[in-house]
């Protein structure tokens, strides 16, 4: 990475103060640019899914997963839950996604509130474990909500093998004008459903898997407590990632749960943040991590920067952590700040091998979140901050109440945002196209053919406010 004309500025930057120079380039396509990252998470593009209750589940861990990233499921999650959510994850299709599931005996009110849970837009009716109908929303349009299943369910819906290739699963759904296939295993029960969108994607996107062939996922453990203990039992039930996560990474309490989990030497790459310079992660690689989650006050639910002062410009400290990360042979994450597919290319050219995204997530289907719609018919799901009042009220459910009491007074995030649904990008993997088709072009412009490439090739420049404005689009005309 270098700045144009050498003109680095004296002071520090976010995204929206960068823009990336086109250099000349032989990279004639977006497809043959490899977005797989060299960390050893395994990722196959640079995203990772925040730590956040509002946005990391098991819905979201599997559908990013089959799409080559990784989710981090929470520190708060019970231990139980969270090796529950891994076996499920793992249990998963590479392939297919997991339908929604309902009798024919169940009712059209519990079809409507299950039906947005994946983006598939559809609940598979079984029976004695094999489908004889699919209800879609349109389908539920009208009619009594007390009403069965079963007098509703199209029963002429796609099928295909559990075996047969995506692309025979989307011929088979164009011939028809379907969008939707139903997928049967050899006895004819159900074994999972398929998109046309979907059967594109698997020639698209490869997923990270671990060396069973199983979907990757990550758990994130805090600094309190017996953390060595929750490590290995979160190692033990499957995470293939291990986040040490808390807001104030340069700190002595990280620094010693940190070299207590990595003297363990349990055999899975371990994360440890957040820091924003050079020291700090300099710091956190003595003390054992292997990845450096960089980013304080940038979050979209994060009011740290506002309440404390604290914080850093999102851009200098991935570029500063990332310099220093990579003359001890660790690696960055950029953690926050993330609004536009082009961040997540300018934080790559900054010497990030993954970007964290979190609150962007939580408008999607499958987030946790129950969907909502407002006054004026706009779909959306509640986000809140992990530092809020809401997350500490949740932390802290097990300490008396004095505890619960002093420790409510002081929190820094926002305990409750409506996340928009895009109706474009309902869906996380719509959104995953979405930043995948801006880094790849981004790649090509710099002369870059992978990740690494386009940190050492990116020609940066700097601009006013007016020059970030000249970039939006302007659909609606002048």
Same mark, same amino acid.
């Given at each position: 990475?270098?700045?144009?004309?050498?003109?680095?500025?004296?002071?520090?930057?976010?995204?929206?103060?960068?823009?990336?120079?086109?250099?000349?380039?032989?990279?004639?396509?977006?497809?043959?640019?490899?977005?797989?990252?060299?960390?050893?998470?395994?990722?196959?593009?640079?995203?990772?899914?925040?730590?956040?209750?509002?946005?990391?589940?098991? +819905?979201?861990?599997?559908?990013?997963?089959?799409?080559?990233?990784? @989710?981090? /499921?929470?520190?708060?999650?019970?231990?139980?839950?969270?090796?529950?959510?891994?076996?499920?994850?793992?249990?998963?299709?590479?392939?297919?996604?997991?339908?929604?599931?309902?009798?024919?005996?169940?009712? @059209?009110?519990?079809?409507?509130?299950?039906?947005?849970? %994946?983006?598939?837009?559809?609940?598979?009716?079984?029976?004695?474990? %094999?489908?004889?109908?699919?209800?879609?929303?349109?389908?539920?349009?009208?009619?009594?909500?007390?009403?069965?299943?079963?007098?509703?369910?199209?029963?002429?819906?796609?099928?295909?093998?559990?075996?047969?290739?995506?692309?025979?699963?989307? =011929?088979?759904? =164009?011939?028809?004008?379907?969008?939707?296939?139903?997928?049967?295993?050899?006895?004819?029960?159900?074994?999972?459903?398929?998109?046309?969108?979907?059967?594109?994607?698997?020639?698209?996107?490869?997923?990270?898997?671990?060396?069973?062939?199983?979907? +990757?996922?990550?758990?994130?453990?805090?600094?309190?407590?017996?953390?060595?203990?929750?490590?290995?039992?979160?190692?033990?039930?499957?995470?293939?990632?291990?986040?040490?996560?808390?807001?104030?990474?340069?700190?002595?309490?990280?620094?010693?749960?940190?070299?207590?989990?990595?003297?363990? %030497?349990?055999?899975?790459?371990?994360?440890?943040?957040?820091?924003?310079?050079?020291?700090?992660?300099?710091?956190?690689?003595?003390?054992?991590?292997?990845?450096?989650?960089?980013?304080?006050?940038?979050?979209?639910?994060?009011?740290?920067?506002?309440?404390?002062?604290?914080?850093?410009?999102?851009?200098?400290?991935?570029?500063?952590?990332?310099?220093?990360?990579?003359?001890?042979?660790?690696?960055?994450?950029?953690?926050?700040?993330?609004?536009?597919?082009?961040?997540?290319?300018?934080?790559?050219?900054?010497?990030?091998?993954?970007?964290?995204?979190?609150?962007?997530?939580?408008? #999607?289907?499958?987030?946790?979140?129950?969907?909502? @719609?407002?006054?004026?018919?706009?779909?959306?799901? =509640?986000?809140?901050?992990?530092?809020?009042?809401?997350?500490?009220?949740?932390?802290?459910?097990?300490?008396?109440?004095?505890?619960?009491?002093?420790?409510? /007074?002081?929190?820094?995030?926002?305990?409750?945002?409506?996340?928009?649904?895009?109706?474009?990008?309902?869906?996380?993997?719509?959104?995953?196209?979405?930043?995948?088709?801006?880094?790849?072009?981004?790649? #090509?412009?710099?002369?870059? %053919?992978?990740?690494?490439? /386009?940190?050492?090739?990116?020609? /940066?420049?700097?601009?006013?406010?007016?020059?970030?404005?000249?970039?939006?689009?302007?659909?609606?005309?002048?």
């Amino acid at each position: 990475m270098q700045f144009l004309a050498g003109h680095q500025p004296p002071y520090d930057l976010t995204y929206d103060d960068i823009f990336l120079v086109p250099n000349r380039t032989d990279v004639t396509s977006r497809f043959d640019v490899d977005l797989s990252t060299s960390d050893g998470t395994g990722t196959t593009i640079p995203i990772v899914v925040a730590n956040m209750t509002a946005v990391a589940g098991r +819905r979201m861990a599997e559908t990013v997963a089959r799409r080559g990233g990784i @989710v981090v /499921l929470p520190q708060d999650l019970p231990l139980g839950a969270a090796a529950d959510t891994i076996s499920f994850v793992k249990a998963r299709s590479l392939v297919a996604d997991t339908p929604v599931v309902l009798g024919p005996d169940h009712s @059209v009110s519990e079809a409507l509130a299950l039906i947005h849970k %994946r983006a598939h837009g559809a609940v598979v009716v079984v029976e004695n474990d %094999r489908p004889i109908g699919v209800v879609t929303e349109a389908a539920c349009a009208d009619v009594d909500r007390f009403a069965r299943l079963r007098t509703i369910a199209d029963a002429g819906f796609v099928s295909a093998p559990a075996d047969a290739s995506p692309r025979e699963i989307f =011929e088979k759904l =164009e011939a028809q004008h379907a969008k939707l296939a139903v997928l049967v295993a050899a006895d004819g029960t159900l074994a999972g459903v398929l998109t046309r969108t979907g059967a594109v994607r698997t020639g698209i996107y490869d997923p990270a898997v671990d060396a069973s062939g199983k979907l +990757r996922i990550a758990a994130a453990v805090g600094i309190n407590g017996d953390v060595p203990a929750k490590a290995k039992a979160l190692v033990d039930a499957g995470a293939d990632v291990l986040v040490m996560d808390t807001a104030h990474g340069h700190q002595v309490k990280m620094l010693e749960a940190l070299r207590s989990v990595a003297d363990l %030497r349990l055999g899975v790459p371990l994360v440890a943040g957040n820091v924003v310079s050079a020291e700090g992660t300099r710091d956190l690689a003595a003390a054992g991590a292997d990845i450096i989650k960089v980013g304080v006050g940038p979050g979209a639910m994060c009011t740290t920067r506002m309440m404390t002062g604290v914080g850093r410009p999102q851009f200098s400290a991935v570029a500063e952590c990332s310099s220093a990360a990579k003359d001890l042979g660790v690696h960055i994450w950029a953690d926050g700040g993330v609004r536009h597919p082009r961040d997540v290319a300018l934080a790559i050219a900054a010497g990030a091998s993954n970007v964290m995204i979190g609150s962007w997530f939580a408008g #999607t289907y499958e987030s946790p979140g129950d969907l909502r @719609v407002d006054r004026d018919g706009n779909a959306y799901k =509640e986000s809140f901050g992990m530092a809020s009042k809401r997350a500490v009220a949740a932390r802290t459910a097990t300490d008396n109440g004095f505890d619960r009491a002093r420790k409510a /007074l002081f929190e820094e995030g926002i305990s409750s945002s409506r996340m928009r649904l895009d109706p474009e990008r309902p869906g996380v993997e719509d959104l995953i196209d979405h930043i995948c088709s801006g880094v790849r072009s981004a790649c #090509t412009y710099a002369g870059a %053919r992978t990740l690494g490439e /386009l940190h050492d090739k990116a020609v /940066l420049g700097v601009q006013s406010a007016a020059g970030f404005a000249e970039g939006r689009p302007l659909p609606s005309g002048w």
